[in-house]
């Protein structure tokens, strides 16, 4: 499979003001193989987002290091993070964040357009067929505001998926969502690790982590633990096994 | 702890309270200063013409008078309570030497009248506006000679003719009540009696201005037609106390008006800017509105909260700038003081100005509180629940991407951005479009009355060389010795003279008036008719603009003139432009008569390969008594104060215009910057660079600025110009077209435009750097 992002004693330090500063991530070290689907857990402040726009090339760290496909990130001008942002990175958060005046299916290309990988022509047929896999076809050419936010959120996965990337970064994608659309965005991201995308997702939600291949659990800026608990099958009770045993080992982990 | 609130939100924004602040300061400075204006040229007008004791009724008149004729009729006239006859020595400018010099010549178009003081109206001042008082060898120079010719007080200056010379010494400049103005094309030198009686002996020619004070003024239209119909000298135009007053006012009441018109453009600006702030923060601020609303605070108090900082700030800017203007406006009136002269001080100048910069502040916070209504529509659910003001009209079909138009994507996102959400581009749009407007008029006026072009708006017809005969005892010969000259030269292409001579019109009411004709054939040299053409019969005539309007008449109707003592009726053939002679002349293809000449013009074009300034030089020196001149040289004596004024004015406006769109391009960019900031951060997430989006911010902001320069330039060129118009008509030219410098109005302006706002944009996008997913989430 190999490795597609390895930190490495990866450090994150907040300046406050002058004598005062704020360590977010402490010595972090984690290693992802391509294809796996991750979660970070971890209670508030632990630094489970920082951590995820750290090694995403986001933000800047502050000491470490970080190689995502081979290449080290620090060493990356601007430029450079936003090319691989665009052909190599996808991203969900937990709002859409999608451009009020585009529609929907202009949100999506748009960052496709950006790249130019391939004719514009293609580019939309792509979407579209992307839109049909995801169900929302019918919404192309509809206004964001036509929509709920559980399509939205899906239209932000296509959106991310639009460029073919080797990996998503999700930060709560599920989190603003009710429990049914959480429930079917996870079916959707779960059919694209599938496919092959390494997916590496923020969230505080039990129930999402245990669709995950690994379950990471930060405490403090740091990964104090992690569980395997293997490729999810689509099977009601194997959730709830899975679901049963990730909530048994949080608990010892305090949370 | 509103105080405490607002200390922290001026804290927070700096940059943009800066540029408020400066704004509405700069608006109260112009509105009082323009104001300002107003009062001291009221003031000191109506000083300069009490302490000059300025005549009510003048009539020149070149030729002999008669002044039992004259004394008998003011005695026996009801309205007149003084009257006088003063002798006016014309001096060509060819004998007058300043410090040795002889810099007038031929070319000038000023008519050099020696005068004497008079005893008791009419009175020439000082600087100090005090009544001039010379001995033997002293001079009085009017002002406009200071201007022109830098001269000082203690230079000399030499009148010569063959075998005569008197040296005198400047000791005064003179204040004239009637001639100031530079539009005036007669000034007086007052000299001692002593000198004017050795001048008079020894070279120019008399003309004397009988002058009338009148009891009453209001009975001036009276008195008027009781002169006219006496059958006394008028051998020259008639002039009153009205067009006295017109005339030394127009060039700073304009700039008055101007300055009053930017404060306003300002004061719109100032206002549209708080709006865009005010909704701005509201937007931003939206949920937090919605909790206060919630946690049960009025929307008085709310209101108060928003609206307090800028309340406090426009106060603070209107004192500032009221205080400005009371160390600044002697700018403004420089020109003003040295001409008319400073009246005392007075209540109404302390009062008016501070009463304008008031309106300023009340204006400000009218529209202040009218933006701060939208606050009435925010409902805690509505805030609560969907924590964005959903903007309207976003139409996300505009400039669809999915079309796969052959743009550029930072260009077509850019494109979409500003069409899509106009309203927010809205005030960066009405700023250039303002900018540009300010800027474009005023150059293509000045362009267009620099242009030969502009003669067709003073009833000249267009030719190479113009030669003025003023009214003399050889006049006749002096022209029957030109007239020789120029059929007998090879060089001159064609030519033709005319005759301006004094006649009587019937008017409306059934009175005769004098009425100016120029005579002869105006077919030879092209002049632009408003309406109709040239005449060509002996019973045809063209009016000017303001005789037309006045006399009634248009093409085809019916006019008659007093001719020989006989009534002649005529047709009215053409309607032209004319703002010379206050507008009111007319043309007909009558016979001269050498008798009741005025003066003598003769326009003629040389030959294609003839240099027109030796022409102009060669026939100077042919008859020192014509003023040769050619067009541009014409047109520059007229208007050369008024081209030098605008041309200050132009560079005023283009410093204050490229202010301003720093300040409001900077202040804007930055709001919209801070507005966007999660759709830049995340446009940047996935994968566009800064400096994409910088580009797009940069990209947006030029496309406004394009629509705003195109919109600027053809509402200068529509309204613009039908403004510029409408201020011309009232001195007899109605429909004045634009000469448009495309060079200067279609490249330069929009350049320095282009180049300023690149400048700004592309320093004020640099905070974009700073703007992603984490630094909005932190």
Request: glycine share 6%; charged share 20%; hydrophobic share 45%.
């Amino acid at each position: 499979m190999g490795i597609i992002l390895q930190a490495k004693q990866l450090n994150k330090t907040y300046c406050l003001g002058k004598d005062n500063h704020l360590q977010v991530l402490n010595n972090v070290n984690v290693v992802i193989e391509r294809g796996e689907f991750i979660s970070v857990m971890g209670p508030s402040g632990s630094g489970k987002s920082t951590f995820l726009y750290n090694i995403s090339g986001m933000d800047k760290i502050s000491s470490g290091s970080v190689t995502f496909n081979g290449q080290e990130i620090a060493d990356l001008a601007e430029k450079e993070l936003s090319s691989l942002r665009l052909n190599k990175m996808g991203f969900v958060f937990q709002q859409p964040h999608l451009l009020p005046n585009l529609s929907i299916l202009d949100n999506i290309i748009l960052s496709a357009y950006l790249a130019k990988q391939s004719s514009r022509q293609t580019i939309n047929e792509k979407a579209i067929d992307l839109m049909k896999k995801i169900g929302i076809a019918e919404l192309a050419h509809h206004d964001i505001t036509q929509a709920s936010g559980g399509q939205l959120q899906r239209v932000a996965i296509c959106r991310a998926l639009i460029n073919q990337p080797k990996m998503i970064f999700g930060d709560e994608p599920t989190g603003a969502l009710n429990s049914q659309s959480a429930m079917e965005v996870m079916e959707i991201l779960a059919n694209i690790n599938e496919l092959g995308t390494t997916i590496l997702l923020v969230t505080h939600d039990v129930k999402i982590a245990a669709k995950t291949d690994r379950v990471l659990y930060m405490l403090d800026g740091s990964i104090i633990g992690e569980k395997r608990i293997g490729k999810y099958i689509k099977r009601h009770k194997d959730l709830k096994m899975r679901e049963k045993i990730l909530s048994g080992w949080l608990t010892e982990k305090g949370f | 702890m509103l105080f405490n609130m607002m200390k922290k939100d001026v804290q927070k924004n700096k940059m943009l309270t800066i540029i408020l602040f400066t704004f509405i300061m700069l608006s109260a400075f112009l509105a009082s200063s323009g104001t300002n204006i107003i009062v001291e040229l009221t003031n000191s007008m109506n000083a300069l013409f009490t302490k000059s004791n300025a005549p009510h009724f003048v009539q020149m008149h070149a030729g002999e008078v008669n002044e039992v004729e004259l004394t008998n009729f003011a005695n026996n006239n009801p309205f007149v309570k003084e009257e006088q006859i003063v002798e006016l020595l014309q001096i060509d400018g060819t004998n007058i030497y300043f410090n040795g010099s002889n810099r007038l010549g031929n070319n000038s178009l000023m008519d050099h009248y020696f005068v004497v003081q008079n005893r008791s109206f009419d009175l020439l001042l000082n600087l100090e506006s005090e009544v001039i008082d010379l001995s033997k060898g002293e001079i009085a120079v009017p002002l406009y000679f200071k201007q022109q010719e830098n001269l000082e007080l203690g230079d000399t200056i030499t009148i010569s003719n063959q075998g005569f010379q008197l040296d005198v010494t400047i000791v005064d400049f003179v204040r004239d009540v009637q001639m100031n103005p530079s539009i005036v094309h007669s000034k007086r030198f007052v000299v001692h009696h002593e000198d004017l009686n050795l001048l008079k002996a020894n070279l120019g020619e008399s003309e004397y201005a009988i002058e009338f004070l009148l009891t009453d003024l209001k009975d001036l239209d009276a008195f008027r037609n009781d002169y006219q119909s006496a059958s006394l000298p008028a051998k020259g135009p008639a002039i009153d106390y009205h067009l006295f007053k017109v005339l030394n006012g127009i060039t700073d009441g304009i700039v008055a008006v101007v300055i009053f018109l930017v404060s306003i453009f300002i004061i719109m600006i100032a206002v549209l800017c708080i709006r865009y702030v005010l909704l701005a923060t509201m937007e931003e601020d939206f949920k937090e509105i919605g909790v206060l609303k919630a946690l049960g605070i009025s929307l008085l108090d709310i209101k108060k909260m928003y609206g307090m900082k800028y309340i406090v700030l426009s106060a603070f800017a209107s004192i500032v700038g009221y205080v400005a203007s009371l160390f600044f406006h002697r700018l403004f009136t420089k020109n003003m003081m040295l001409y008319i002269g400073t009246a005392p001080k007075s209540f109404s100048l302390q009062i008016v100005p501070l009463i304008s910069v008031m309106i300023v502040f009340l204006l400000i916070m009218c529209f202040c509180m009218l933006t701060l209504r939208k606050f009435n529509h925010i409902t805690a659910v509505n805030a609560l629940r969907s924590g964005t003001v959903r903007e309207a009209g976003r139409r996300q079909n505009i400039l669809a991407l999915h079309n796969r138009l052959p743009f550029n994507i930072h260009f077509h996102l850019a494109c979409k951005d500003v069409l899509s959400r106009f309203n927010t581009y809205c005030l960066l749009f009405v700023v250039f479009i303002i900018c540009t407007f300010l800027i474009i008029v005023p150059v293509n006026f000045l362009h267009t009355i620099q242009s030969p072009n502009f003669i067709q708006y003073m009833g000249v017809e267009k030719s190479d060389i113009r030669i003025d005969l003023q009214q003399s005892d050889h006049i006749a010969q002096d022209f029957n010795h030109l007239m020789e000259k120029i059929e007998q030269d090879e060089d001159v292409d064609k030519f033709s003279p005319s005759v301006t001579s004094q006649f009587k019109v019937i008017n409306n009411e059934g009175n005769e008036e004098n009425f100016v004709i120029e005579t002869g054939d105006f077919t030879v040299f092209p002049l632009e008719y408003l309406h109709g053409h040239a005449p060509k019969g002996e019973n045809e005539i063209a009016l000017s603009y303001l005789n037309s309007k006045e006399l009634e008449k248009n093409v085809g109707d019916e006019l008659t003139i007093i001719i020989d003592n006989r009534e002649k009726t005529m047709i009215v053939r053409g309607v032209y432009q004319d703002v010379t002679n206050g507008g009111r002349t007319a043309k007909a293809a009558l016979p001269f008569n050498n008798n009741t000449a005025l003066w003598y013009e003769i326009s003629l074009n040389v030959k294609h390969h003839i240099n027109i300034s030796e022409k102009v030089e060669e026939y100077s020196k042919t008859l020192h008594a014509a003023k040769v001149t050619d067009l541009q040289n014409y047109l520059v004596q007229t208007f050369g104060n008024t081209i030098e004024q605008l041309k200050l004015f132009i560079l005023f406006t283009i410093i204050i215009t490229i202010l301003l769109t720093i300040l409001i391009t900077t202040l804007f960019l930055k709001m919209l910057i801070a507005k966007d900031g999660t759709r830049i951060a995340m446009m940047r997430s996935i994968g566009f660079s800064s400096k994409n989006m910088k580009v797009q911010y940069m990209t947006k902001t030029l496309i406004v600025l394009s629509m705003g320069i195109v919109g600027g330039t053809v509402i200068s060129n529509t309204i613009g110009q039908g403004l510029v118009s409408v201020l011309l008509s009232f001195m007899g030219a109605s429909k004045m077209k634009f000469v448009i410098d495309p060079v200067q109005a279609y490249v330069i302006v929009p350049l320095l435009f282009m180049i300023v706002v690149s400048t700004v944009a592309f320093v004020s996008v640099s905070s974009i750097k700073k703007l992603t997913i984490v630094t909005m989430n932190s």
